[in-house]
């Protein structure tokens, strides 16, 4: 059974930084592609940066240059470095199995970190 726990969010000042951190079990991670998505309250949920089993990366236009996806197959988990964040980037951030170009989610959702930006 899949399993997938983000952790690392909280309150953050705008150009402040975050890490977070999803620990994912049940899987073969290593040949696991892996995703970062997030949804604000009353949008949908996006992805934000995805990342290859081969460790090519995708972002989204909103975070490139701030955000890095990495993934360390030796613990199991996927990272997600935020930086000079931005009161837009407030929202819950969910990591997932992906799939395709598109960084398809695949498996059920965690509980998510919330992540709040303002002053």
């Known amino acids: 059974q899949v399993q997938l726990v983000e952790s690392g969010g909280g309150l953050v000042q705008p150009g402040g930084s975050l890490r977070l951190s999803c620990a994912a079990s049940g899987i073969m991670f290593r040949l696991a592609a892996m995703g970062w998505y997030r949804q604000a309250p009353g949008k949908q949920r996006d992805l934000v940066a995805g990342i290859t089993r081969t460790g090519s990366t995708n972002y989204a236009g909103s975070v490139k240059g701030r955000f890095t996806i990495s993934k360390d197959n030796a613990k199991n988990t996927v990272y997600l470095q935020m930086n000079s964040l931005k009161p837009e980037d407030t929202a819950v951030y969910y990591c997932?199995?992906?799939?395709?170009?598109?960084?398809?989610?695949?498996?059920?959702w965690g509980q998510g970190t919330q992540v709040t930006v303002r002053s």
């Open positions: 997932n199995i992906a799939t395709g170009d598109t960084f398809k989610p695949l498996a059920t």
